[in-house]
Protein backbone atom coordinates (compact mmCIF):
# COMPACT_ATOMS: atom_id res chain seq x y z
CA UNK A 1 0.00 0.00 0.00
CA UNK A 2 1.22 3.61 -1.03
CA UNK A 3 0.89 5.57 2.83
CA UNK A 4 -0.11 8.90 2.80
CA UNK A 5 -0.58 10.51 6.12
CA UNK A 6 -3.94 10.84 7.44
CA UNK A 7 -4.87 14.03 9.52
CA UNK A 8 -7.49 14.59 11.80
CA UNK A 9 -7.30 17.43 13.70
CA UNK A 10 -4.06 17.21 16.14
CA UNK A 11 -3.78 13.52 15.21
CA UNK A 12 -2.18 11.67 12.47
CA UNK A 13 -4.27 8.42 12.16
CA UNK A 14 -1.89 6.19 10.30
CA UNK A 15 1.40 6.18 10.20
CA UNK A 16 4.39 4.75 7.85
CA UNK A 17 7.09 2.03 8.50
CA UNK A 18 9.96 3.09 6.81
CA UNK A 19 9.79 7.01 7.97
CA UNK A 20 9.17 5.59 11.66
CA UNK A 21 12.47 3.14 11.29
CA UNK A 22 14.41 5.88 9.59
CA UNK A 23 13.15 8.58 12.34
CA UNK A 24 14.11 5.70 15.56
CA UNK A 25 17.55 5.48 13.09
CA UNK A 26 18.28 8.87 13.19
CA UNK A 27 17.97 8.95 17.18
CA UNK A 28 20.00 5.95 17.43
CA UNK A 29 22.84 7.70 15.60
CA UNK A 30 22.91 10.85 17.50
CA UNK A 31 23.18 8.67 20.78
CA UNK A 32 26.15 6.84 19.47
CA UNK A 33 27.84 9.99 18.13
CA UNK A 34 27.77 11.42 21.82
CA UNK A 35 29.95 11.40 24.92
CA UNK A 36 28.11 8.81 27.01
CA UNK A 37 28.80 9.12 31.46
CA UNK A 38 31.69 6.82 33.03
CA UNK A 39 28.18 5.35 35.21
CA UNK A 40 25.75 2.94 33.55
CA UNK A 41 22.90 1.91 33.77
CA UNK A 42 22.54 -1.97 32.77
CA UNK A 43 18.79 -3.54 33.09
CA UNK A 44 16.49 -1.18 32.51
CA UNK A 45 12.42 -0.80 32.01
CA UNK A 46 11.35 1.42 30.09
CA UNK A 47 7.40 2.46 30.85
CA UNK A 48 5.66 4.17 27.55
CA UNK A 49 9.15 3.18 25.76
CA UNK A 50 7.53 3.49 22.01
CA UNK A 51 7.43 7.10 21.45
CA UNK A 52 8.19 10.46 22.53
CA UNK A 53 9.97 10.79 25.72
CA UNK A 54 10.24 7.40 26.71
CA UNK A 55 11.71 5.96 23.43
CA UNK A 56 13.88 8.46 23.36
CA UNK A 57 15.36 7.02 27.29
CA UNK A 58 14.93 3.77 25.50
CA UNK A 59 17.41 4.37 22.96
CA UNK A 60 19.88 6.54 24.89
CA UNK A 61 20.13 3.52 27.48
CA UNK A 62 20.43 0.95 24.72
CA UNK A 63 22.44 2.24 22.04
CA UNK A 64 24.95 5.02 24.51
CA UNK A 65 24.88 2.69 27.29
CA UNK A 66 24.42 -0.62 25.90
CA UNK A 67 22.01 -1.45 28.68
CA UNK A 68 18.95 -4.40 28.27
CA UNK A 69 16.19 -3.06 27.78
CA UNK A 70 12.45 -4.36 28.40
CA UNK A 71 10.22 -1.78 26.84
CA UNK A 72 6.36 -1.44 28.08
CA UNK A 73 3.74 0.30 25.72
CA UNK A 74 0.14 -0.09 24.55
CA UNK A 75 0.60 0.38 20.15
CA UNK A 76 -1.74 -0.58 17.51
CA UNK A 77 -0.86 -3.69 15.82
CA UNK A 78 -1.13 -3.41 11.99
CA UNK A 79 -3.45 -5.34 9.39
CA UNK A 80 -3.24 -5.92 5.36
CA UNK A 81 -5.87 -3.19 5.33
CA UNK A 82 -4.10 -0.62 7.94
CA UNK A 83 -1.35 0.62 9.43
CA UNK A 84 0.24 -0.04 13.06
CA UNK A 85 0.41 2.94 15.11
CA UNK A 86 3.30 4.75 15.09
CA UNK A 87 4.92 3.31 18.13
CA UNK A 88 4.44 -0.21 16.73
CA UNK A 89 6.65 -0.02 14.10
CA UNK A 90 9.45 2.74 15.95
CA UNK A 91 8.98 -0.25 18.60
CA UNK A 92 9.66 -2.81 15.00
CA UNK A 93 12.60 -0.69 14.22
CA UNK A 94 14.60 -0.56 17.66
CA UNK A 95 14.17 -4.06 17.97
CA UNK A 96 15.81 -4.67 14.74
CA UNK A 97 18.84 -2.48 15.07
CA UNK A 98 18.72 -3.73 18.78
CA UNK A 99 19.16 -7.43 17.37
CA UNK A 100 21.60 -6.19 14.55
CA UNK A 101 23.84 -4.37 17.50
CA UNK A 102 23.34 -7.70 19.74
CA UNK A 103 21.64 -6.10 22.60
CA UNK A 104 19.26 -7.73 24.98
CA UNK A 105 15.91 -6.16 24.85
CA UNK A 106 12.41 -7.33 24.47
CA UNK A 107 8.47 -5.69 24.45
CA UNK A 108 5.76 -5.96 26.09
CA UNK A 109 2.02 -4.85 24.61
CA UNK A 110 -0.59 -3.83 26.49
CA UNK A 111 -2.15 -2.00 29.06
CA UNK A 112 0.83 -0.87 31.86
CA UNK A 113 -1.75 0.40 34.28
CA UNK A 114 -2.86 -3.38 35.17
CA UNK A 115 -1.64 -5.83 37.17
CA UNK A 116 -1.34 -8.50 34.73
CA UNK A 117 1.28 -6.61 32.71
CA UNK A 118 3.25 -5.87 35.97
CA UNK A 119 3.18 -9.31 36.62
CA UNK A 120 4.39 -9.98 33.00
CA UNK A 121 7.04 -7.86 33.31
CA UNK A 122 8.53 -9.03 36.43
CA UNK A 123 8.27 -12.49 35.20
CA UNK A 124 11.04 -11.58 32.07
CA UNK A 125 12.87 -9.36 34.66
CA UNK A 126 13.44 -12.61 36.99
CA UNK A 127 13.86 -15.00 34.48
CA UNK A 128 16.35 -12.82 32.36
CA UNK A 129 17.88 -10.03 34.07
CA UNK A 130 17.82 -10.45 37.41
CA UNK A 131 16.84 -7.15 38.63
CA UNK A 132 16.42 -3.66 36.96
CA UNK A 133 18.86 -0.87 38.43
CA UNK A 134 16.82 1.87 36.09
CA UNK A 135 12.68 2.41 36.22
CA UNK A 136 11.74 4.93 33.54
CA UNK A 137 7.92 5.86 33.86
CA UNK A 138 6.87 8.30 30.71
CA UNK A 139 3.64 7.14 30.24
CA UNK A 140 0.79 9.56 28.28
CA UNK A 141 -2.74 8.41 28.74
CA UNK A 142 -6.06 9.98 28.29
CA UNK A 143 -7.56 7.33 31.03
CA UNK A 144 -6.64 4.30 33.33
CA UNK A 145 -8.59 1.88 34.48
CA UNK A 146 -7.78 1.30 38.54
CA UNK A 147 -6.40 -2.25 38.19
CA UNK A 148 -8.10 -2.86 41.82
CA UNK A 149 -11.54 -1.59 41.46
CA UNK A 150 -12.08 -1.67 37.69
CA UNK A 151 -13.23 2.27 37.76
CA UNK A 152 -11.94 3.66 34.79
CA UNK A 153 -10.23 7.58 35.42
CA UNK A 154 -10.16 10.16 32.93
CA UNK A 155 -7.57 13.06 32.21
CA UNK A 156 -8.75 16.68 31.49
CA UNK A 157 -6.56 19.81 30.16
CA UNK A 158 -8.54 22.10 31.84
CA UNK A 159 -8.03 25.38 33.55
CA UNK A 160 -8.93 25.26 37.71
CA UNK A 161 -10.66 27.94 39.41
CA UNK A 162 -11.81 30.19 36.54
CA UNK A 163 -12.02 29.26 32.38
CA UNK A 164 -9.51 30.79 29.82
CA UNK A 165 -9.44 31.71 26.88
CA UNK A 166 -6.35 32.53 25.55
CA UNK A 167 -4.52 33.04 21.80
CA UNK A 168 -4.49 29.56 19.99
CA UNK A 169 -2.64 28.10 16.41
CA UNK A 170 -5.43 26.02 14.80
CA UNK A 171 -3.54 23.57 12.85
CA UNK A 172 -6.53 22.51 11.42
CA UNK A 173 -6.70 26.06 9.60
CA UNK A 174 -3.60 27.56 9.66
CA UNK A 175 -4.70 30.50 11.55
CA UNK A 176 -4.87 32.31 14.74
CA UNK A 177 -8.11 32.32 16.25
CA UNK A 178 -8.78 32.56 20.28
CA UNK A 179 -9.67 29.14 22.55
CA UNK A 180 -11.75 28.98 25.40
CA UNK A 181 -11.68 26.34 28.18
CA UNK A 182 -14.12 25.85 30.90
CA UNK A 183 -12.79 25.90 34.32
CA UNK A 184 -12.52 21.98 35.45
CA UNK A 185 -14.68 20.78 38.31
CA UNK A 186 -13.27 18.77 41.29
CA UNK A 187 -13.91 15.71 39.82
CA UNK A 188 -12.35 16.43 36.90
CA UNK A 189 -9.12 17.37 38.22
CA UNK A 190 -9.70 14.37 40.37
CA UNK A 191 -9.41 12.05 37.25
CA UNK A 192 -6.65 14.13 35.67
CA UNK A 193 -4.39 13.35 39.19
CA UNK A 194 -5.68 9.50 38.79
CA UNK A 195 -4.10 9.16 35.42
CA UNK A 196 -1.10 11.35 34.89
CA UNK A 197 -0.45 11.66 38.44
CA UNK A 198 1.84 9.48 41.02
CA UNK A 199 -0.24 6.25 41.69
CA UNK A 200 0.28 4.14 38.91
CA UNK A 201 4.33 4.96 39.21
CA UNK A 202 4.37 3.70 42.85
CA UNK A 203 2.44 1.05 42.60
CA UNK A 204 5.08 -0.18 39.58
CA UNK A 205 7.98 -0.19 42.38
CA UNK A 206 5.71 -1.89 44.79
CA UNK A 207 5.27 -4.28 42.75
CA UNK A 208 9.03 -4.84 41.27
CA UNK A 209 10.25 -4.65 45.21
CA UNK A 210 7.88 -7.03 46.57
CA UNK A 211 9.44 -9.24 43.49
CA UNK A 212 12.69 -8.38 45.44
CA UNK A 213 13.93 -7.28 41.56
CA UNK A 214 14.96 -3.42 42.23
CA UNK A 215 18.55 -3.46 42.35
CA UNK A 216 20.74 -1.82 45.37
CA UNK A 217 21.34 1.87 44.14
CA UNK A 218 18.24 1.97 41.64
CA UNK A 219 17.26 4.97 40.18
CA UNK A 220 13.68 5.91 38.85
CA UNK A 221 12.57 9.10 37.01
CA UNK A 222 9.16 10.25 35.82
CA UNK A 223 8.74 13.15 33.79
CA UNK A 224 7.33 16.59 34.03
CA UNK A 225 7.11 19.92 32.25
CA UNK A 226 7.72 23.01 34.28
CA UNK A 227 6.84 25.70 32.15
CA UNK A 228 6.37 29.48 32.85
CA UNK A 229 3.58 32.71 32.26
CA UNK A 230 2.53 31.64 28.83
CA UNK A 231 1.76 27.75 29.46
CA UNK A 232 0.72 28.12 33.06
CA UNK A 233 -3.56 28.91 32.28
CA UNK A 234 -3.24 25.53 30.66
CA UNK A 235 -0.51 23.04 32.16
CA UNK A 236 1.01 24.66 35.20
CA UNK A 237 -2.01 25.84 37.17
CA UNK A 238 -4.28 23.46 35.50
CA UNK A 239 -5.90 19.82 35.92
CA UNK A 240 -2.39 18.24 34.47
CA UNK A 241 0.10 21.06 36.51
CA UNK A 242 -2.20 19.14 39.75
CA UNK A 243 -1.35 15.83 38.08
CA UNK A 244 2.17 16.17 38.07
CA UNK A 245 2.53 17.90 41.45
CA UNK A 246 1.17 14.69 42.51
CA UNK A 247 4.61 13.38 40.97
CA UNK A 248 6.63 15.06 43.01
CA UNK A 249 4.58 13.60 46.16
CA UNK A 250 5.05 9.99 44.23
CA UNK A 251 9.19 10.90 44.33
CA UNK A 252 9.46 11.29 47.96
CA UNK A 253 7.40 8.00 48.98
CA UNK A 254 8.87 5.89 46.58
CA UNK A 255 12.77 6.96 47.78
CA UNK A 256 11.44 6.67 51.38
CA UNK A 257 9.90 3.14 50.32
CA UNK A 258 12.65 1.89 49.02
CA UNK A 259 15.23 3.00 51.44
CA UNK A 260 16.48 -0.49 52.23
CA UNK A 261 18.20 -0.66 48.85
CA UNK A 262 18.89 2.76 48.69
CA UNK A 263 16.79 3.61 45.74
CA UNK A 264 16.10 6.90 44.66
CA UNK A 265 13.56 8.20 42.66
CA UNK A 266 13.37 11.61 40.65
CA UNK A 267 10.82 13.67 38.53
CA UNK A 268 12.57 15.58 35.42
CA UNK A 269 11.58 18.34 34.21
CA UNK A 270 12.25 18.25 30.44
CA UNK A 271 11.57 20.80 27.62
CA UNK A 272 7.87 21.06 25.32
CA UNK A 273 8.65 18.64 22.58
CA UNK A 274 6.32 18.01 19.49
CA UNK A 275 4.68 14.22 20.79
CA UNK A 276 1.14 12.53 20.37
CA UNK A 277 0.82 13.93 23.98
CA UNK A 278 1.61 17.60 23.73
CA UNK A 279 -0.28 18.06 20.14
CA UNK A 280 -3.47 17.32 21.80
CA UNK A 281 -2.79 20.75 24.70
CA UNK A 282 -4.80 23.83 23.20
CA UNK A 283 -1.82 26.45 23.48
CA UNK A 284 1.62 24.03 22.50
CA UNK A 285 1.18 24.24 19.12
CA UNK A 286 1.46 28.24 19.31
CA UNK A 287 4.00 27.92 22.37
CA UNK A 288 6.18 25.36 20.76
CA UNK A 289 6.36 27.33 17.26
CA UNK A 290 7.41 30.41 18.74
CA UNK A 291 9.62 28.54 21.59
CA UNK A 292 11.51 26.82 18.38
CA UNK A 293 11.45 30.02 16.60
CA UNK A 294 13.73 31.70 19.65
CA UNK A 295 15.56 28.40 20.62
CA UNK A 296 16.97 27.35 17.48
CA UNK A 297 18.04 30.85 16.22
CA UNK A 298 20.08 30.72 19.44
CA UNK A 299 21.42 27.25 18.46
CA UNK A 300 19.83 26.50 22.07
CA UNK A 301 16.63 23.62 21.10
CA UNK A 302 16.70 20.24 22.19
CA UNK A 303 14.48 17.52 21.21
CA UNK A 304 13.42 14.18 22.86
CA UNK A 305 16.67 12.41 21.95
CA UNK A 306 18.78 15.61 22.91
CA UNK A 307 17.20 16.09 26.34
CA UNK A 308 17.48 12.68 27.35
CA UNK A 309 20.98 12.40 26.22
CA UNK A 310 21.64 14.82 28.27
CA UNK A 311 19.94 13.78 31.34
CA UNK A 312 22.10 10.46 31.66
CA UNK A 313 24.69 12.61 31.14
CA UNK A 314 24.13 15.72 33.04
CA UNK A 315 21.50 14.18 35.79
CA UNK A 316 20.72 10.49 36.50
CA UNK A 317 24.52 9.38 36.18
CA UNK A 318 26.31 12.23 37.52
CA UNK A 319 27.63 12.97 40.75
CA UNK A 320 26.37 16.83 40.89
CA UNK A 321 22.94 16.66 39.25
CA UNK A 322 21.72 19.50 38.42
CA UNK A 323 18.40 20.42 40.75
CA UNK A 324 15.56 23.05 40.43
CA UNK A 325 14.33 24.24 43.94
CA UNK A 326 11.71 21.27 44.17
CA UNK A 327 14.49 18.65 43.67
CA UNK A 328 13.53 18.02 40.34
CA UNK A 329 15.85 17.38 37.84
CA UNK A 330 16.45 19.93 35.68
CA UNK A 331 16.60 19.37 31.96
CA UNK A 332 14.38 22.39 30.39
CA UNK A 333 16.31 25.34 32.26
CA UNK A 334 17.12 26.98 29.04
CA UNK A 335 13.96 26.83 28.02
CA UNK A 336 12.48 28.32 31.37
CA UNK A 337 15.09 31.65 30.95
CA UNK A 338 13.51 34.22 31.47
CA UNK A 339 14.99 36.36 28.73
CA UNK A 340 13.89 33.34 26.22
CA UNK A 341 10.72 33.37 27.69
CA UNK A 342 10.17 37.34 27.13
CA UNK A 343 11.03 36.86 23.50
CA UNK A 344 8.68 33.88 22.73
CA UNK A 345 5.80 36.50 24.73
CA UNK A 346 6.68 38.93 22.52
CA UNK A 347 6.06 36.78 19.52
CA UNK A 348 3.07 35.32 21.44
CA UNK A 349 1.08 39.28 21.76
CA UNK A 350 2.21 40.21 17.97
CA UNK A 351 1.55 37.08 15.56
CA UNK A 352 -1.34 37.22 13.16
CA UNK A 353 -2.48 35.00 10.49
CA UNK A 354 -0.41 36.34 8.02
CA UNK A 355 2.69 36.26 10.46
CA UNK A 356 2.81 32.90 11.48
CA UNK A 357 6.04 32.09 9.63
CA UNK A 358 7.46 35.50 9.98
CA UNK A 359 7.72 35.29 13.56
CA UNK A 360 6.94 31.64 14.64
CA UNK A 361 8.57 28.23 13.27
CA UNK A 362 4.93 27.06 12.52
CA UNK A 363 6.81 24.97 9.86
CA UNK A 364 9.09 23.45 11.86
CA UNK A 365 6.75 22.12 14.41
CA UNK A 366 4.38 20.69 11.45
CA UNK A 367 7.57 18.87 10.36
CA UNK A 368 8.24 17.76 13.57
CA UNK A 369 4.91 16.33 13.85
CA UNK A 370 4.61 14.53 10.73
CA UNK A 371 7.91 12.82 11.63
CA UNK A 372 5.90 11.72 14.74
CA UNK A 373 4.41 9.50 12.27
CA UNK A 374 7.04 8.27 9.86
CA UNK A 375 6.24 11.46 7.85
CA UNK A 376 8.29 13.84 5.70
CA UNK A 377 11.78 12.62 6.32
CA UNK A 378 14.05 13.29 3.11
CA UNK A 379 15.03 9.84 2.76
CA UNK A 380 11.65 7.74 2.37
CA UNK A 381 9.91 7.27 -0.39
CA UNK A 382 6.70 7.82 0.12
CA UNK A 383 5.27 6.96 -3.69
CA UNK A 384 6.42 3.51 -2.80
CA UNK A 385 4.40 0.36 -2.43
CA UNK A 386 5.21 -0.91 1.29
CA UNK A 387 3.65 -3.79 3.57
CA UNK A 388 1.96 -1.89 6.33
CA UNK A 389 2.33 -5.61 8.33
CA UNK A 390 5.65 -5.52 10.22
CA UNK A 391 6.27 -7.52 13.16
CA UNK A 392 8.12 -6.49 16.63
CA UNK A 393 10.59 -9.57 17.41
CA UNK A 394 11.02 -9.91 20.76
CA UNK A 395 7.35 -9.32 21.52
CA UNK A 396 6.02 -10.97 24.40
N1 LIG B 1 5.68 16.26 25.19
C1 LIG B 1 6.13 17.21 25.98
O1 LIG B 1 6.26 18.39 25.61
C2 LIG B 1 6.53 16.85 27.39
C3 LIG B 1 7.31 17.76 28.12
C4 LIG B 1 7.72 17.43 29.40
C5 LIG B 1 7.29 16.22 29.96
N2 LIG B 1 6.50 15.38 29.24
C6 LIG B 1 6.06 14.13 29.91
O2 LIG B 1 6.75 13.02 29.36
C7 LIG B 1 5.95 11.83 29.53
C8 LIG B 1 5.82 11.14 28.20
O3 LIG B 1 5.14 11.99 27.31
P1 LIG B 1 5.36 11.99 25.74
O4 LIG B 1 5.06 13.38 25.31
O5 LIG B 1 6.66 11.37 25.43
O6 LIG B 1 4.14 11.06 25.30
P2 LIG B 1 3.88 10.07 24.09
O7 LIG B 1 2.42 10.16 23.78
O8 LIG B 1 4.84 10.26 22.98
O9 LIG B 1 4.21 8.62 24.73
C9 LIG B 1 3.37 7.96 25.61
C10 LIG B 1 3.83 6.52 25.81
O10 LIG B 1 2.94 5.91 26.76
C11 LIG B 1 2.49 4.66 26.24
N3 LIG B 1 1.18 4.36 26.83
C12 LIG B 1 0.09 5.15 26.90
N4 LIG B 1 -0.90 4.52 27.58
C13 LIG B 1 -0.40 3.31 27.95
C14 LIG B 1 -0.92 2.20 28.69
N5 LIG B 1 -2.15 2.19 29.19
N6 LIG B 1 -0.11 1.12 28.85
C15 LIG B 1 1.15 1.08 28.34
N7 LIG B 1 1.69 2.11 27.67
C16 LIG B 1 0.93 3.21 27.48
C17 LIG B 1 2.46 4.85 24.74
O11 LIG B 1 2.43 3.59 24.06
C18 LIG B 1 3.77 5.64 24.55
O12 LIG B 1 4.86 4.73 24.58
C19 LIG B 1 4.60 12.31 30.11
O13 LIG B 1 4.62 12.16 31.49
C20 LIG B 1 4.58 13.78 29.73
O14 LIG B 1 3.76 14.55 30.56
C21 LIG B 1 6.14 15.64 27.96
Not at 135 to 143: H, N
Not at 201 to 207: P, T
Request: hydrophobic share 40%.
Amino acid sequence: MVIKPKIRGFICTNAHPAGCEAHVNEQIAYVKSQTQAADKPKNVLVIGASTGYGLASRITAAFGNNAKTLGVFFEKEPTEKKTASAGWYNTAAFQKAADEAGLWSKNINGDAFSHELKAKAINIIKEELGKVDLIIYSLASPRRTDPDTGEVYSSTLKPIGQGVTTKNLNTTKRIIDSVSVEAANEAEIQGTVDVMGGADWELWIKALSEADVLAENFKTTAYTYIGKKLTWPIYGHATIGRAKEDLDRAAKAITESTSSVNGKAYVTSLNAVVTQASSAIPIMPLYISAMFKVMKSDGEYQGCIEQIQSLFVENLYNDSPRLDDEGRLSQNYKELDDSVQDRIQHIWDTVDTDTIDELTDYAGYHNEFLKLFGFGIDSVDYEADINPVVEINNLV
